[in-house]
């Protein structure tokens, strides 16, 4: 599923934007300022950023500009009250993809981020692939060497999710919130028992490994990566 980050302070439209886009089929994160939206960044993989102009503490300028310093290719899109050509110059020299002036039209808004998505080349059908591991995520199915493996939703989920961040750490706390949700019975040993589960549906795979991070939770690690 593609995920899509709603960056927007005002609260009525974010809730409209970010439910037509769930509608739509899209993962979809959002936040009321750039801050916040930079720790959903950095716990969750996002494909697209719709974000406004005009916001507190940090605006969109200063916030595409950072997001451009450490990722030059996910696409940007701003959704904004400024229909100015400074404006949409100054968005575009700092390398968004795409401009929409408030107020915005849902159904444009939607074939705009589908073309968006197709410029950028990130495909419906989102693949992960290490060695001879095919983690395919419109089937929810993992392959290796040919072979399906017989993982659960949730197994696949957690894999998928843990692969795209290599060496980065997952409490088991987040994988709690992220996969079970906090309304759920689940407790930290729930999670501990689908790890173990998952690490021996995948002893197979040479080419990763799940490890323990002593007193925080779980990291997916590449073998033999330098």
């Not at 950095?42 to 940090?58: F, L, Y």
């Not at 959704?79 to 968005?91: L, N, P, R, Y």
């Not at 998928?160 to 994988?175: D, I, V």
């Not at 589960?197 to 007193?215: D, F």
Request: proline share 3%; net charge negative; glycine share 6%.
């Amino acid at each position: 599923m593609i995920s899509v980050l709603v960056v927007e302070d005002d609260e009525k439209l974010n809730y409209i934007v970010s439910n037509k886009l769930s509608e739509e089929g899209y993962e979809v994160f959002h936040c009321g300022n750039p801050l916040q939206a930079f720790d959903i960044m950095d716990s969750h993989k996002i494909d697209v950023v719709v974000s406004d102009i005009m916001m507190p503490e940090m605006d969109g300028f200063a916030f595409a500009r950072e997001v451009r310093s450490y990722d030059r290719k996910i696409p940007i899109m701003f959704m904004t009250a400024k229909e100015d050509i400074a404006s949409k110059q100054k968005g575009y020299d700092l390398g968004i993809d795409d401009y929409m002036v408030k107020p915005i039209d849902l159904v444009e808004l939607g074939m705009r981020l589908k073309a968006l998505l197709r410029r950028a080349d990130i495909s419906n059908e989102k693949q992960l692939a290490v060695g001879g591991l095919l983690m395919k995520e419109d089937e929810t199915t993992a392959y290796y060497q040919g072979e399906a493996l017989p993982l659960t939703v949730k197994e696949f989920q957690i894999l998928f999710k843990m692969l795209s961040y290599p060496k980065k750490t997952f409490t088991r706390m987040q994988l709690m919130d992220e996969f079970w949700g906090f309304d759920s019975e689940s407790n930290p040993r729930t999670v501990d028992v689908t790890i173990t589960k998952l690490r021996n549906k995948i002893s197979c795979v040479h080419e990763i490994a799940i490890t323990t991070v002593r007193g925080l939770g779980y990291k997916a690690v590449i073998q033999n990566e330098d």
